[in-house]
Every structure is written in C-alpha cells, then in structure tokens.
C-alpha cells in the first residue's frame, strides 16, 4: 500500500507532500490543476521515463519519494531479498532527475538501476490512464488483459520461449538448405585452400624463428668479425689479452700472500675472472663455428619469408594466424562435407522444437478459453452496473487463420460486445460509442485487476464520458475494489468523488511572476465545498451545497 508521496521542483509543483490511506482516495480539482502530474510523478518514481523537461524552470533537479508499506506483501520482500535490498515491513523508493537530464535511482537508500525499480514498481502499483479506452480496440491489449485476468503470464512466456527456439532451428536450417547450391564450388574452394595451407605447413612461433634467423644471416660476415676480435681480445698469444693479463696478476698476488694472508680471497676473485674469461672464449668459439654464412640458407629462409606472408595476404590475415585459420577452414570443409547429415540432423531438431511449441501453445490457448468464459461472465455482470443492462460482453478465442502460428501462441483474441439485447456481439472497436467504450474500459480494467496481487491501483480519469446515474454505479464499482485494495482516482465526477474514503483537492495558485500546484486533504465541510463545486461549476447556489452535502451523507450511510 502506497504510505506516502513527496514530490519537489516538478513541473508546476514546487513541494508537495500527501499521506494516503487505506480504501479508495479521489483526487480532484479544477481542469488544468494539475491533478494528472500527481499520477505521473507516481509512474515516475515507479520508474517510468522522464527527462530533464520535468524539471521546475530554474530548479538543478526534480526529487520523487515514495514509501510502500509492503509488510503483507511476500512477492516484494523475495523481490528485495534477492536484491539485497530488505528492510522491515516498509520500502523507501527515490528518484532525481536532474536538469541536464540525468537521473538516478533509490531503493531503501541505495542506489540501483532504472530497471530494478521499474521492476519493483510493476509489483507495488499499477496506474490506469485516462486514454487507455482509446487503445482497448487493439488486439495486443485485449490478449494482454485475457492472460493477465487469466494469470496466463507463465504459461504465455513458456509458450514464447518455445517459439524462439523453434523459430531459431528454423532459421538455421533454412539457411543451409539456401547455401545447399553453393556447396561443391565452396567445397572445391575449401579443397584448394586446405591443400595449400597443408603444403606450406605453417608452424606456432614460425615466422619469428625466421626473421630472426634472416638477420643473423644478413649480418653472418660482421658476426664472425666481431666474434674473432672478441677471442683475440680476451686469449690469443698477444700478451695484452685479457687472459695472459689476469694470469699476470694472479701470480702477483700470490707473491704477496706469505706477507698478508688477507689477499687470498682477491687471488679467489682473479681465479674465478680467469675461469669466466675461459668459459667465455669456448661459447665465442663455439658460436664462430655455428656462424651459417650459406647464400643457399639464406635464400631458403627469404623464399619461405615470402611464401609465408604471400598466403597470409591471400586470405587476409596475418602470418601468426593462419594456423588457426587452417583449422577453421578444415573445419567448415568437415560441416559441408557432412550437410546432408547435419540437415537430417536438424530437420529432426526443428519438428521437435516445433511439437514442443505445439504442447505449450496447446496448454496455453485451453487455459484462455476457460479464462475467456470467466472474463466475459464477470464483465458482463458489471455491464448492468455501469448503465449497459442486457449488454453482452464476449471474449472470442479461435485459431489463427491457415495454421499460423505466433509468439503469443495459436490463438487469435478479440473482445466482442453487444451492447443492447438482440444485437449480436461484434468487435468492440466497431460498436461501441465513446460513453460506451469508457465505461466497458472501466468494466475491463476493474474486472482483470481480480488476477492481480498489486495492492495498489490508481485510475486516472478512466470515468470520462459517463455522468448521472452511470457516474454513480462507476463510483460504486471502484468503491467495491476499495474495499479489497487501495485505490487512488483522479475524478471530475462528483458521484464518484462522495463514495472515497479519503479526499484530496489539487488546486493551482499564482502571484503572477510563478505558478504553483498545492494539494490539500479535504475534511467533511471542504468536501461538500469542493463537491458543490464540481456539481454548479462557476455559480454554487445554496441548493448546491444542499445537493453536495446530501449526495456526501448518502454516500457515508451506504459506506457504513
């Protein structure tokens, strides 16, 4: 149940802060008082779209709160528990849309994503709009009412599931059935490219091993120079070598060692630089002798260069990748070398997906046609209450034409009415009048809401087109949902106004520099002021007010 509503720096509302109860509360007010901006910053805070044209003209943001006691509610708290967003027996949401049109979003004070609390919102409350008669006359909304009446939601999205994967296998199989006459000239092509990949033989790492090589061999001459300056530098018979001079220096030290025992670990250094230095002389050797310094070696390694990087710009690739290249060609030469196969193979996946689809769509359009028997019975019945008596209404449920088959299922949905008795029911969008239309709107939405758990209901201005004694039984009908659920109304019907439990006036105040929305809850005495007034329009006589205060006092006595 909807607790509370803040709302700041919105349109034409500065601040406005309502506290809401149990039953049915109308909100009511002159025309262009804004009494829909209240019904949208609830869709708003719910998670509807909004921009930063909401915001109030010079304020940095709009701020939306709203608190929901949700305490009988386990839908929610599995909802929030999931999300590790629980908090005891109320929930606290938040939005801020700010001017350059960013906007954020709060669940019991922590920040989430618009999704989690349109998601939220679609289990707290459910707004219906003022236009939605005009759209009742599509046959998505009337298949969309049936399984929501029906709480056929489950079973419609098992039934959509199976159709995507049907759907899918479809796809594909149609696709290889298409590229079927391609496939000997892509198997040649596939043929040609493994054979010569194959031949070339492309190993991991190849192609750097190469370059590598490709400079020592370039440069094969200057290596072998630089090698032998090397060997000369540090052990030829040349007595200034590096070896003959460490040897001299060792002896040296020796010398000096019955003089000072404290030079033995210098003579264990130039020992050791004497044993590198040796090493270091047989590696140069070693290597010198390792020099390939073959043209032929080196063209082979060139020619291989090229035969390499030519294929890789054949196929577009690089060098490094036509290994893992090969394997997808080899790979897609297996998958069309076994089509026939693999189409067998799926032939037999799709007839399978499409029984499947067949069952749930099946189950599905059974559970609508015993949905539809109760929905017509139940809008019927209220038809006599809202001013249509011996007015038929009729849920039509028949197959899709030629064996067609949808997401939805097989069926094909649509609301007939026969609005006066001996009429045969025809589609609703094609026989009802305005007045009509929006009552049986009225009708539909009240009577789907019975296959709801949304605690909380708002009506904006769903009763227009209707007055007098209609005004009244509209008024009694969502008197009666009240008496189950909260419900909120925006009204310009006086007669539905009497039968609230609880009521508010919005009202819009200027200064002349600004404009502002203010909302006032209505004691006893304002309430028979703002009903009178909503009865006499610009001139309230005393027999107005008489009419107001006895229409309010029937009302409490039939509340009673």
Request: aromatic share 4%; glycine share 8%; proline share 2%.
């Given at each position: 149940m909807l607790i509370?509503?803040?709302?700041?720096?919105f349109?034409?509302?500065?601040?406005?802060?309502v506290?809401?109860?149990?039953?049915?509360?109308?909100l009511?007010?002159?025309?262009g008082a804004?009494?829909?901006?209240l019904?949208?910053?609830?869709?708003?805070?719910?998670g509807?779209?909004?921009g930063?044209?909401?915001?109030?003209?010079g304020a940095?943001?709009a701020e939306?709160s709203?608190e929901?006691?949700?305490?009988?509610q386990s839908?929610?708290?599995?909802?929030l528990e999931?999300?590790?967003?629980d908090?005891d027996e109320?929930?606290?949401l938040r939005?801020?849309i700010?001017a350059?049109?960013?906007?954020?979003a709060?669940i019991?004070g922590?920040?989430?994503?618009?999704?989690?609390?349109k998601s939220l919102?679609e289990l707290?409350?459910?707004?219906?709009?003022?236009?939605?008669?005009?759209?009742?006359g599509?046959?998505?909304?009337q298949?969309?009412?049936l399984?929501y009446?029906?709480?056929?939601?489950?079973?419609?999205?098992?039934?959509?599931a199976?159709?995507?994967?049907?759907?899918?296998?479809?796809h594909?199989?149609?696709?290889?059935?298409a590229?079927d006459?391609?496939?000997?000239?892509?198997?040649?092509l596939?043929?040609?490219?493994?054979?010569?990949l194959d031949t070339?033989?492309t190993q991991?790492g190849?192609?750097?091993?190469?370059?590598?090589?490709r400079?020592k061999?370039r440069?094969s001459?200057?290596l072998?120079?630089?090698?032998?300056v090397?060997?000369?530098?540090?052990?030829?018979?040349?007595?200034?070598?590096?070896?003959?001079l460490?040897?001299e220096?060792?002896?040296?030290?020796?010398?000096?060692?019955?003089?000072?025992?404290e030079?033995e670990?210098?003579?264990?250094?130039?020992?050791?630089a004497s044993?590198?230095?040796?090493?270091?002389?047989?590696?140069?050797?070693r290597?010198?002798?390792?020099i390939?310094?073959?043209?032929?070696?080196?063209?082979?390694?060139?020619?291989r260069?090229?035969a390499?990087?030519?294929v890789?710009?054949?196929?577009?690739?690089s060098?490094?990748?036509?290994?893992?290249?090969?394997i997808?060609?080899?790979?897609?030469?297996?998958?069309?070398?076994h089509?026939?196969?693999?189409g067998?193979?799926?032939e037999e996946q799709?007839?399978?997906?499409?029984?499947?689809?067949q069952?749930?769509a099946?189950?599905?359009s059974?559970?609508?046609?015993k949905?539809?028997?109760?929905?017509?019975?139940?809008?019927?019945?209220a038809?006599?209450?809202?001013g249509m008596?011996?007015?038929?209404?009729?849920?039509?449920?028949?197959?899709?034409?030629d064996?067609e088959?949808?997401?939805?299922?097989i069926?094909?949905?649509e609301?007939?009415?026969?609005?006066?008795?001996?009429?045969p029911?025809?589609?609703?969008?094609?026989?009802?009048?305005?007045g009509?239309?929006?009552?049986?709107s009225l009708?539909?939405?009240v009577?789907?809401?019975?296959g709801?758990?949304?605690?909380?209901?708002?009506?904006?201005?769903v009763?227009?087109?209707?007055?007098g004694?209609?005004?009244?039984m509209?008024?009694?009908?969502?008197?009666?949902l009240g008496a189950?659920r909260q419900?909120?109304?925006?009204?310009?019907l006086?007669?539905?106004a009497?039968?609230a439990?609880?009521h508010?006036?919005?009202?819009?105040?200027?200064d002349?520099?600004?404009?502002?929305?203010?909302?006032?809850?209505?004691?006893?005495e304002?309430?028979?002021?703002?009903?009178a007034?909503m009865?006499g329009?610009?001139?309230?006589?005393?027999?107005t007010?008489?009419?107001?205060?006895?229409?309010l006092?029937?009302?409490?006595?039939?509340?009673?």
């Amino acid at each position: 149940m909807l607790i509370s509503l803040e709302v700041r720096d919105f349109a034409i509302v500065d601040q406005i802060s309502v506290e809401f109860e149990p039953g049915m509360t109308v909100l009511t007010g002159e025309t262009g008082a804004g009494k829909s901006i209240l019904v949208d910053a609830v869709g708003l805070v719910l998670g509807e779209r909004g921009g930063s044209q909401l915001v109030r003209s010079g304020a940095k943001r709009a701020e939306f709160s709203a608190e929901f006691d949700v305490s009988t509610q386990s839908d929610v708290h599995d909802w929030l528990e999931n999300q590790a967003l629980d908090q005891d027996e109320s929930c606290l949401l938040r939005r801020v849309i700010s001017a350059d049109g960013r906007s954020r979003a709060f669940i019991n004070g922590n920040a989430v994503t618009m999704q989690q609390l349109k998601s939220l919102g679609e289990l707290l409350l459910d707004i219906h709009g003022q236009h939605f008669h005009q759209s009742l006359g599509r046959k998505l909304v009337q298949r969309d009412l049936l399984d929501y009446f029906g709480e056929l939601l489950d079973k419609r999205k098992a039934t959509e599931a199976a159709f995507e994967k049907w759907q899918s296998l479809q796809h594909q199989l149609d696709e290889m059935l298409a590229a079927d006459s391609d496939r000997a000239s892509r198997l040649d092509l596939l043929e040609f490219q493994l054979r010569e990949l194959d031949t070339l033989d492309t190993q991991d790492g190849e192609l750097q091993d190469l370059q590598a090589e490709r400079q020592k061999l370039r440069n094969s001459s200057r290596l072998a120079d630089g090698v032998s300056v090397a060997m000369n530098s540090l052990g030829q018979d040349d007595s200034t070598n590096a070896s003959s001079l460490i040897v001299e220096a060792t002896r040296a030290v020796e010398a000096l060692l019955e003089y000072d025992e404290e030079l033995e670990p210098v003579r264990g250094l130039l020992d050791s630089a004497s044993i590198q230095i040796s090493d270091a002389i047989d590696s140069l050797q070693r290597y010198a002798d390792g020099i390939d310094m073959d043209p032929a070696r080196r063209d082979w390694v060139e020619e291989r260069l090229d035969a390499l990087q030519g294929v890789a710009r054949k196929h577009r690739t690089s060098v490094e990748e036509l290994p893992s290249l090969c394997i997808r060609l080899r790979q897609e030469f297996d998958d069309l070398g076994h089509a026939e196969e693999r189409g067998r193979e799926l032939e037999e996946q799709v007839t399978s997906a499409y029984d499947a689809f067949q069952k749930f769509a099946a189950v599905l359009s059974n559970a609508r046609k015993k949905a539809a028997r109760s929905f017509s019975s139940a809008v019927t019945e209220a038809m006599g209450g809202l001013g249509m008596p011996g007015g038929v209404f009729e849920v039509s449920v028949s197959a899709l034409p030629d064996g067609e088959s949808r997401s939805w299922g097989i069926d094909d949905i649509e609301f007939l009415i026969s609005a006066n008795p001996g009429q045969p029911a025809m589609p609703l969008s094609r026989v009802a009048s305005g007045g009509e239309l929006s009552r049986m709107s009225l009708a539909i939405q009240v009577i789907a809401s019975d296959g709801s758990t949304i605690p909380t209901m708002v009506f904006d201005e769903v009763d227009s087109g209707v007055g007098g004694r209609v005004a009244e039984m509209v008024g009694r009908r969502l008197q009666e949902l009240g008496a189950k659920r909260q419900v909120l109304c925006v009204t310009h019907l006086p007669q539905v106004a009497s039968l609230a439990a609880q009521h508010f006036r919005i009202s819009k105040v200027t200064d002349g520099k600004a404009t502002r929305t203010g909302v006032a809850v209505l004691a006893k005495e304002e309430r028979v002021e703002e009903l009178a007034r909503m009865l006499g329009g610009v001139d309230i006589t005393q027999k107005t007010i008489d009419h107001a205060a006895e229409m309010l006092a029937g009302a409490n006595r039939k509340r009673a």
